[in-house]
């Protein structure tokens, strides 16, 4: 995906709104069930590793 963004400026924009709150939702159910630590740790960095540069 990063790859993509410098040649489509546009797509900064529309993919920073919707990480941002599909993160929001992933982080927000992560703590209200009982996934194993291991996991929830896992898809932190997930998010962690995908997030647009310049902000998470």
């Known amino acids: ?3 993509l963004l410098p040649n489509n400026p ?3 924009d ?3 709104d919707f990480f941002s709150g599909y ?6 159910r992560l703590s ?3 996934i194993p630590r291991p ?3 896992y ?3 997930y998010f ?3 997030a647009p540069q310049g902000g998470k």
Do not use: T
Not at 23 to 28: C, K, P, T, V, W
């Open 1 to 3: 995906m990063r790859e």
């Open 10 to 12: 546009g797509l900064v």
């Open 32 to 34: 209200h069930s009982p």
């Open 23 to 28: 993160r929001r939702q992933a982080l927000s």
């Open 14 to 16: 529309d993919y920073a």
């Open 48 to 50: 962690e590793a995908i």
């Open 43 to 45: 898809v932190r960095s």
């Open 39 to 41: 996991l929830a740790d």
